[in-house]
């Protein structure tokens, strides 16, 4: 991962924000100066070994640090590890996404996690132990205390429902079961010897062994490199694989079937597992197990949860749901959104099984859920049942300008229309309502009782059809009844329409019909752009010399003969996506950066107001309690808080999009 200037200032300033000013003093000077040991940090940072020990300790508790002894002099080298650093930020995202999908308990067993950072099993469960424990001190106390009290019993039940402790998690056989599910979703991960190393530490130690097991003359031939990159690439899978070692244990013992077996017995009526049947069922745990936040499984849920809302902006919620559902079926044994060049050189089907069935996604859909919703019925004379229905193995590939021409030119509207026109019996009445659609096509939206004549798993293909027919291609039918979906592609078309919302802000509408004419034709000569453009030159070379400043477009220049003459050149335009896709990035980065920077400010203005809000007869009730002025001080800093928490967000989403998805 690249640290760029802002990058290294924010994940900075987020360690002095979270951990304090010693850590993150520690952790610029190595992002400043690269890999480091404990004398050039002392010089680096003029702190003491004692200090920078306390601080190195809090790095490598929250995984901020990676760490290799060297085998010669037995001195330790440290480096900072910036990605982790930045997915602080994602805290909140990452709690709310646990709520919504695990449930409160394992909510709360996730923030203990984050708060803590790498922790033993044994420890957590102390932890949890020892605040059931004190919960139940506090219940019993404030029992006694209302007994002895002749009180109405109504009052008495309101009076001890106050003072009642809420605990999320009740029992230490619930933590168990919580930790065995998030374990099970890959979203906790097992601290093994080699998670502190870099990946290039790793990779060279793998190349090493192999390079002395099988190749200790050295690899010799074409076939046999491509052999050693095999190999090495398995060597790295092997180490990958031991962070799921704990996984591996739950998968034999038959948790997941267990649980399922919970769920769709005749014990509970609303389909609802019991607590104490979901927590016999799994087996204790390791006290000595040490497990931390697997941030990668999380972007993966992320993914999809951003994947989903796109759905829903671009086609509806119905439909939106069962490519929610679909895509949470799909991305279970997914563990990462991108795959490593090196680790995955020889993997075909590397990100599972690649494919969801019909029948999956329809056992998995909630019955409560009427699928006739958002479904349009248009006329059979305007369905190609045929091209509905079609079937592609393979995922698409990006093809040449030359190609595409060539394609274009041999399908033809009137080839389509006659296509789409063969089957002219059976057309619907008139007497239905019908609107106009976008490309001419009637369409009518029928009741939904005479829709529900439909069976589900009709319904459930309409809107599968749907999401892969759609112009992002939410979807691939790749079989009869197996769906799956192109990340790459669909990611690619994601980040293109952020980067074109940006364009069309800066520049306009008519930078952003420029961009989009650049990235069709590839390449155009600045004399051939006004005609394609339809627009004046003056006109042109303005708004283009405008996107060339912000970074969207750019120029080359190519001389006609051996003599660079500038007056005998060409001058091809030309976008590329990626080169203004970092800049975008950096700026993100940059903004994020000034947006802390101003909360920090805010917080120093009303330093007294923040300190007396902190006072234990203060807290929770701020209204009451403070003073108008120094209240509305409050309530002013909270809704500046919000909004700068929300521009940080939103433009994390950014971030997620270009950089991790």
Known sequence: MSVTKYLAELCS????DLYGELPSRIFAALLLRGRS??????HYTSMSPRQLRH??????????????VDSYSEVAMYEANAEHAYNLIRAGKILEMIDTSFGAPAKDVMQSLLLSG??????????????IERANKAAKAVKDETSEWDEPSGTTETHHAEKRPDLVVKSTNQLNAVICRLVEAELLDVVHSKSFQTPFDIYKAVEKEVMDTHFPGGPRGGKAKVELQQKIAEGLRKVRDESKSLKRKLDQNGTQAKRRKLLFSGGSSNGVKDEHEEADSDPVLDSKQVIRINYEKCLVDLRNRRLVQFATDTIGPITAYVYGVFLGLLTKRVSRCRLD???????????GRGYV???EILDSLKTSVDLSLG?????????????AEKILEDPPKKRKFIEEAEVDGNASSDESDDEGGSDTEHSDSDHDHKGPATNGTKVKFADSAKEQRLDRPALLRQHLLLLAESTQRFVRHCGHNDWTVDFVPLMQTMRESELDVVIERTSGREGLRLVRILRSKGKLDEKALPNVALMRKAEIQQKMLEMQTAGFVDIQ?????????????????????DKALRRMLDNSYKTMLRCIQVLEVLRQKDKDVLMLTKRSDVRGKEKDVMEKVYYDRYSRFLANEKKLFAQIMRIDDLVSLIRDY
Not at 341 to 351: A, T
């Open 341 to 351: 060049p090196k680790i995955d050189i020889s993997e075909d089907d590397s990100q």
């Open 118 to 131: 790498q922790t033993r099993i044994g420890d957590l469960v102390a932890a949890y132990q020892d605040k």
């Open 375 to 387: 479904l349009g019925k248009a006329q059979r004379t305007e369905i190609s049942s045929k091209a």
């Open 557 to 577: 220049e190519v001389p006609r003969d051996n003599k660079a003459d500038v007056k005998k050149s060409f001058f091809l335009w030309f976008c590329d996506s």
């Open 37 to 42: 040991s404990l004398p050039e940090l002392c």
């Open 55 to 68: 601080g190195l300790a809090v790095l490598h508790q929250h995984n901020l640090l990676f760490y290799q």
């Open 13 to 16: 300033l987020l360690i002095d």
């Open 357 to 359: 069935t019909t029948d």
